[in-house]
């Protein structure tokens, strides 16, 4: 904005930054609202359909549940179930004790 402000045109401005009239046009409208033309940190996202307390909950309630049951109830897709579980570090795998190897000739 300094720039244009010493009478460079836009054209010089462009040419200069390498940058289009589209972005000197929308830092020039937010430096006249805001007096800076600093980008702002978008805001935190928030997971859209799978509240991470809400998922644990129903983990607990549901351990046996699959992750097409548990997309069902969320209204989503078992992809995301399973990228949520990923990111809480919730494992699915199930063990059984009892299958360990035997000596059938016993």
Aim: net charge positive; glycine share 6%.
């Amino acid at each position: 904005m300094e720039y244009l402000e010493e009478g460079h045109t836009w054209a010089q401005a462009q040419e200069v930054f390498k940058i289009s009239t589209t972005a000197i046009n929308s830092w020039r409208q937010k430096y006249k609202e805001t007096g800076e033309c600093r980008d702002t940190a978008p805001p935190p996202r928030k997971p859209k359909k799978l509240d991470p307390e809400e998922l644990k909950a129903y983990v607990e309630e549901h351990p046996d549940a699959y992750l097409k049951e548990i997309g069902g109830a969320f209204g989503c897709s078992d992809t995301a179930v399973r990228k949520a579980f990923k990111r809480l570090g919730i494992t699915r795998k199930k063990r059984l004790r009892d299958t360990e190897s035997k000596d059938l000739n016993k």
